[in-house]
């Protein structure tokens, strides 16, 4: 009987990736921003925060013009309140956008309603839109003038003044390389004023001046973004082929993988032993084809397979079922392979390669768009979906090697611990430039990104999350890493601001374009300038802390501080059936703190 329950899992998974190949409706996401009667509230696309608590703010404004963004800037610093900018999207995981104060002194920008300029000089290859523009509206403007934007994210849910502003990325170490503020050529920011300017003023940025390179990756801290110039090339095909194999030689090849195609990433399954290489380059624009890269994980589903899905990966993790968790990743893997992962050549995936426009293989979010209400994006908070955890890495590119290994030496302790992370998308691996941007990445790098399951309770315990917290520390401790500043939980950001060479210089242009801090807040702060939270029972159940005693973790359900397997620094809270020793790490000694 339990392996026929499995059995049914797996088959329903099947029938899930199935069931998303061929949906082509969903229930639209929710704004970002909702009022109430005593104010409003931010929400991310998740419905919670990192830390679980609420986003609240009095006042929320939607100006639809450049004078109408520098008036709500100016209110702000005339009235002395804490400001952030928040847009149609909200798919930034920490508080960034968050400008909630104890005092209740702050508002929100939102650029919903800032879309309607572009901008294309054809002649120059450089288009300039409005900040508030969506990453598919522009892609449509530009191919439809015979020209591509190079760099995109793979998910396109996100504002063009966003997506720039966080350091957003697709993959190569080509050209200027797959982080869009590389291809930026011009930015305006709206940042305040004296009263002789009217309180704020609108500052036009090129490559020349000294502070373009603050204003590049600016995670809102500086100014507005109003308008943002970027680079085009002409309008080319790409031609796209996955290779599912063996994944032994992850650590040595990927450099050269990297090299060899413009667009390459890798797609690791370490439960399954699997790589999937992603052959990725431009073709000229003659080549036959029209097909489609519709990610499959970005495709509407039907509601009641999500919160299927959900509720059955709730059971494994709570009745500590491996087995299921395995049969689980197999199947996915699996419908992965047999869809190509969501490329398609014209209404269905029918062989490699698969070519198209770069302007339909770039980014993916086909959830996004239409309004049946028995779909929806899987992640979406109404439906009870998908909830998870979302860890990004980005490595100098000669570590990325001994970090993969050492993966390994933990993966093989145990194998099936890392099916979890094979049910959603296992390691996604891409490449990303150097960066001129002082927030952006000083060498060329490495980006891994996994997502993993998160409890409905922050005091929920969840299975094997030692795994991952020791993976997640293997990253940005043993080896440096420096955390995506969109996404990963809090303790990714510990003492962050020492990774950045440039980082002082960051910190001189905000002194000088934002004096009294309206564009700061207690959350960005906490994010930016890398401090740890207080911590308490149950903190480093979500990264809010790392555990120094068995109470940051959960004794009482078996959950108990101690030492990585692999990389012995590491603290992560595991499970245990009989309590640890008096003497054991964790019995109350702060000592091991990191």
């Not at 109430?36 to 931010?42: R, S």
């Not at 032994?248 to 890798?266: G, S």
């Not at 207080?534 to 159940?541: Q, R, Y």
């Amino acid at each position: 009987m339990h392996s026929f329950w499995w059995l049914f899992c797996a088959l329903h998974h099947v029938i899930w990736a199935a069931t998303m190949l061929i949906s082509i409706q969903a229930m639209p996401p929710e704004p970002p921003v909702r009022c109430y009667k005593n104010g409003c509230n931010l929400y991310n696309s998740y419905g919670v925060w990192g830390d679980r608590k609420d986003c609240h703010v009095q006042n929320v404004t939607y100006p639809t013009t450049e004078e109408e963004l520098r008036l709500a800037v100016a209110y702000a610093n005339q009235n002395k309140l804490k400001v952030k900018v928040v847009s149609q999207f909200s798919h930034t995981i920490p508080k960034l956008a968050c400008p909630a104060t104890s005092s209740g002194n702050s508002m929100l920008i939102s650029t919903a309603k800032y879309n309607s300029s572009t901008e294309i000089d054809a002649k120059n290859l450089a288009v300039t839109v409005d900040a508030g523009i969506g990453l598919r509206q522009l892609i449509e403007a530009v191919e439809e003038a015979g020209l591509s934007l190079v760099a995109a994210p793979y998910w396109e849910g996100v504002s063009v003044g966003g997506l720039v502003s966080t350091g957003a990325h697709g993959s190569s170490w080509w050209g200027k390389g797959g982080a869009v503020h590389d291809h930026i050529v011009g930015l305006s920011l709206i940042v305040p004023a004296k009263q002789s300017e009217g309180f704020a003023k609108i500052v036009k940025l090129e490559p020349k001046d000294q502070i373009f390179n603050a204003a590049k990756v600016s995670l809102g801290l500086l100014g507005v973004i109003s308008k943002v110039k970027l680079s085009l090339e002409p309008r080319f095909k790409r031609s796209i082929a996955y290779n599912f194999t063996d994944d032994a030689q992850i650590e040595n090849i990927y450099m050269d993988h990297a090299k060899k195609y413009e667009f390459a990433d890798i797609t690791w399954y370490p439960s399954k032993h699997t790589a999937a290489y992603r052959y990725d380059n431009r073709v000229p624009l003659n080549a036959s084809g029209d097909g489609t890269y519709d990610f499959l994980g970005f495709q509407s589903n039907s509601i009641l397979i999500s919160k299927s899905i959900r509720a059955t990966e709730k059971t494994m993790d709570n009745g500590r079922s491996l087995g299921g968790k395995c049969t689980m990743a197999a199947s996915f893997l699996g419908v992965k392979k047999l869809v190509a992962n969501g490329l398609k050549n014209g209404l269905i995936f029918t062989g490699y390669p698969v070519i198209g426009p770069q302007g339909k293989m770039q980014t993916s979010g086909s959830c996004l768009y239409s309004t049946a209400a028995d779909n929806s994006c899987a992640w979406d908070p109404r439906i009870n979906g998908l909830f998870f955890y979302e860890t990004t890495a980005i490595f100098p590119a000669s570590k990325f090697g001994d970090f993969i290994r050492d993966v390994k030496k933990l993966r093989d302790l145990k194998p099936d611990n890392f099916c979890g992370v094979d049910i959603y998308n296992g390691f996604l691996i891409r490449f990303i430039r150097a960066s001129g941007a002082y927030l952006g990445q000083p060498e060329d790098s490495v980006v891994v990104d996994f997502n993993y399951f998160r409890a409905d309770d922050a005091l929920t315990p969840r299975f094997n999350q030692d795994v991952w917290e020791e993976v997640e520390q293997l990253a940005f401790f043993k080896y440096g890493a420096k955390p995506h500043w969109a996404k990963n939980r809090n303790l990714a950001f510990v003492d962050v601001q020492k990774k950045y060479p440039n980082f002082n210089k960051f910190e001189a242009v905000k002194r000088q374009l934002d004096p009294q801090n309206l564009f700061s807040s207690e959350w960005s702060d906490e994010v930016v300038f890398g401090k740890e939270g207080v911590k308490s029972d149950g903190c480093a159940l979500e990264g809010q802390c790392i555990c120094s005693e068995d109470r940051h973790c959960s004794p009482g359900k078996g959950y108990f501080c101690k030492p990585g397997l692999v990389y012995k620094e590491a603290r992560v809270c595991r499970y245990s059936s009989s309590p640890p020793s008096p003497f054991s790490v964790g019995s109350g000694s702060d000592k091991n703190d990191l």
